[in-house]
């Protein structure tokens, strides 16, 4: 019979019981070592063998039972002749006979115990402990990606929770083993025991964990992989003769390929109309994907709640009845929900950041559990941007698709015909007229592109060619001069619009550039049009209070404060626009302007920290970050300057000034060639504003220079006169340079 021999983690053998008995009487085999053969159930210590350490003679005369205990009761030992060699030649002949045993799988050894325990504790537990976490999240978010149905999940989630059951008894068994080898091989058995304690504590851990976790996901599996999606079937319906589509009942497996279908087959639909109880999450962000993509408004006149609250999330605009409700909870998985996991909330998390809800509504919305729901007031979800506009109950499918993308207006009145109805309901009609007539160019640089309305207040969204960032304080006065001249010109003799400003309606121009930069906004009521200041006594006294209350309000303040710094008051406008702020948390446009007012001041600190949280609501505006970059570069902050600069290059590809203004980062570092390469781009771009063109020319030609190139230098200034002959930097850098302007 062959014998085996462990000591320190290391193996060695085969050698015969004879054999094993000499190293045991000249000292090659200690008591403490482990030594097993074929057959054996357990490793023993090498002092509880019987007859090891017997005299030679003893070995020789001896029974089975007192020789090789492995022998059967027929089978008599050999005896082995001893050995007169020196001890040197003892020990040549013991490195001949430790041969390195074959070594089996490493998951058998480990099964068995007989992996180190160093091996089997740190890296077999803890590490690849930590791996198969890892790997778990990994295969998650992937499975996350894929439409694969609810059989292959449920599949799924049963395979993944039988293989982690699998490997941690794996883990926890060999590690058992391989410490209590370690305690009846070593002189110091406590860190065995120390182990052993640690998977006692595992065993409790893991046995919890099934049952609180583990178990219950197992079941939901099982379930969805037998019994298939039990959500509640969805239901489609056109409304507004093909213009229109509600979704109503559960968001099931399929729900938004349905939806597609009836997308593509008609093309004219512009509003979904969202009631449904929810379902699965993944369907509510294909769906939320696709009317985005196809910039379809949405709109809830009973309940949306769970997944179906994504869906709506989605919309262009977002409109909410006045009796409708959202509902907001915790993901789920069976009876698991985000308090057992925190992970299944990332995607929905991340749905509500991407729309610019605020982190006080994520954090309760996601603190509701999976088996109770929040349903915000209407003034909390439109505090948090989550509905745009809140509207009359008593509107009809009809005239809630007066809702569509609408933008600015001149509109028709009702039919004479028609009952009495509210301000709101006659505004909300108009408008549907109104918006068919969208987009219109008004000849002069600037297009009408969107009108809603929001109580009883008509908004207009008004697009300028050009990019107003770049513009002096002096050039968008001169702009909002020339609106306002507008406004009491025109508008405020226009009888269908005034018709509404008699009855209380009031009007709100937002102008903005091509980059989505709202640069000012224009108010009209009876108080603008000086031949309607003085209005019939009773419409005065229901709305002179209003009014003021109005001007107190966030657009008040905020164009005051738009005001006080075209002054050049900068500290008032910063009064006004904290109080605009406080009044309208989601108005990124004050904040942008409030750190363009701390920028003034030359306080960069401020300045970051409103453009950051303008960022934070206008995630995709490329104008900010190319704001805050000048900032950072003004700070000294060059590669936090570069990076933002690129960031709004990424979100608008022609976003001139934004490469002109990282070339000239990246001259400041040095970098030249990068430098005139982004100049080069911003050129090539032609950006509609004087200024920003010339000066391109202008830092190129001054790179050159820095590079040694004096003729290009030479060129650009030149080229920068043929645009403006009045440019006095470029005549001083050719006289600087020998060259006659």
């Not at 987009?439 to 309305?453: E, F, K, L, M, S």
């Not at 000086?530 to 109005?550: L, N, T, V």
Request: proline share 5%.
């Amino acid at each position: 019979m062959q014998w085996f021999i462990g000591r320190d983690g290391k193996e060695s053998g085969p050698v015969t019981f004879s054999d094993l008995s000499e190293r045991a009487r000249d000292g090659r085999l200690r008591r403490d070592d482990l030594v097993w053969c074929q057959g054996m159930q357990n490793r023993e210590v090498a002092e509880q063998i019987p007859g090891l350490w017997a005299s030679p003679e003893a070995s020789e005369t001896s029974g089975p039972d007192q020789s090789d205990p492995s022998q059967s009761q027929s089978q008599a030992v050999p005896s082995e002749p001893i050995t007169t060699e020196p001890p040197q030649s003892d020990v040549s002949a013991a490195k001949a006979d430790l041969r390195p045993m074959k070594k089996s799988n490493f998951i058998v050894r480990h099964w068995r115990g007989e992996l180190p325990l160093p091996v089997s504790y740190w890296i077999l537990v803890v590490l690849l402990g930590l791996v198969v976490v890892y790997l778990c999240g990994v295969a998650a978010d992937a499975l996350a990606a894929v439409d694969i149905g609810p059989l292959a999940i449920g599949l799924y989630v049963v395979a993944l929770i039988t293989l982690l059951l699998a490997i941690t008894a794996w883990q926890l068994v060999g590690t058992w083993r391989s410490a209590g080898n370690y305690m009846k091989s070593s002189k110091t058995p406590f860190w065995g025991g120390l182990a052993r304690f640690v998977v006692i504590i595992a065993c409790i851990r893991a046995a919890v964990d099934f049952y609180t976790l583990a178990g219950p996901m197992l079941s939901a599996g099982v379930n969805l992989a037998l019994r298939g999606d039990d959500t509640p079937a969805y239901q489609l319906r056109l409304l507004e003769g093909g213009k229109e589509v509600e979704l109503s009942g559960g968001m099931p497996y399929g729900t938004a390929d349905a939806l597609k279908a009836i997308l593509d087959a008609g093309p004219d639909i512009k509003l979904v109309h969202l009631n449904s109880d929810g379902g699965w999450i993944v369907e509510g962000e294909k769906i939320a994907r696709m009317i985005r993509s196809r910039k379809i408004d949405t709109f809830t006149s009973t309940e949306c709640s769970s997944a179906c609250t994504i869906a709506f999330l989605g919309g262009t605009s977002r409109y909410l009845s006045s009796k409708g409700r959202l509902g907001f909870h915790s993901a789920s998985f069976g009876s698991i929900d985000a308090k057992d996991v925190p992970e299944f909330n990332d995607d929905f998390r991340r749905s509500l950041r991407a729309y610019g809800a605020p982190s006080w509504f994520i954090n309760k919305a996601m603190r509701t559990s999976s088996t109770s729901m929040w349903y915000p007031t209407h003034k909390e979800l439109k505090t948090a941007g989550i509905i745009t506009h809140s509207v009359d109950a008593t509107s009809t499918a009809t005239v809630e698709k007066s809702f569509d993308i609408a933008e600015i207006q001149r509109t028709a009145s009702p039919p004479a015909s028609s009952p009495p109805m509210t301000l709101n309901k006659l505004l909300i009609r108009a408008a549907k007229k109104f918006n068919r007539q969208l987009p219109i160019d008004h000849g002069n640089g600037t297009t009408t592109v969107r009108a809603w309305i929001e109580n009883d207040e008509w908004h207009y969204l008004k697009v300028a060619e050009g990019d107003y960032s770049v513009l002096t304080t002096e050039g968008l006065a001169e702009a909002e001069k020339f609106e306002q001249n507008f406004v009491q010109t025109s508008l405020c003799k226009d009888e269908k619009i005034m018709k509404f400003v008699r009855k209380g309606a009031k009007y709100v121009w937002h102008i903005t550039d091509q980059n989505g930069f709202e640069a000012y906004r224009l108010r009209l009521d009876s108080e603008t049009c000086p031949q309607h200041r003085h209005a019939s006594e009773p419409m005065r006294k229901k709305q002179g209070d209003r009014a003021i209350a109005d001007y107190d309000k966030a657009i008040a303040y905020f164009n005051r404060g738009l005001a006080y710094q075209k002054k050049g008051e900068v500290d008032l406008a910063i009064a006004n626009y904290t109080k605009a702020t406080k009044l309208n948390p989601n108005d990124f446009i004050a904040y942008y302007n409030r750190g363009k007012a701390y920028n003034e001041k030359g306080d960069y600190d401020r300045t970051i920290a409103d453009l950051t949280k303008a960022i934070k609501l206008k995630p995709k505006l490329a104008q900010v970050y190319n704001n805050r970059g000048a900032v950072y570069d003004s700070k000294g902050e060059v590669d936090r300057a570069i990076a933002d600069y690129t960031k709004a290059i990424a979100l608008n590809p022609k976003y001139a000034t934004a490469y002109s203004n990282r070339g000239v980062a990246y001259g400041s570092k040095g970098a030249f060639d990068r430098a005139i390469a982004d100049y080069t781009k911003a050129i090539a771009l032609k950006p509609n504003v004087a200024l920003a063109y010339t000066l391109a020319y202008t830092n190129r030609g001054y790179t050159y220079e820095k590079k040694g190139d004096k003729e290009q230098a030479i060129a650009d200034y030149r080229k920068v006169l043929e645009i403006d002959p009045s440019d006095q930097i470029a005549k001083n850098n050719l006289k600087r340079l020998g060259v006659t302007p």
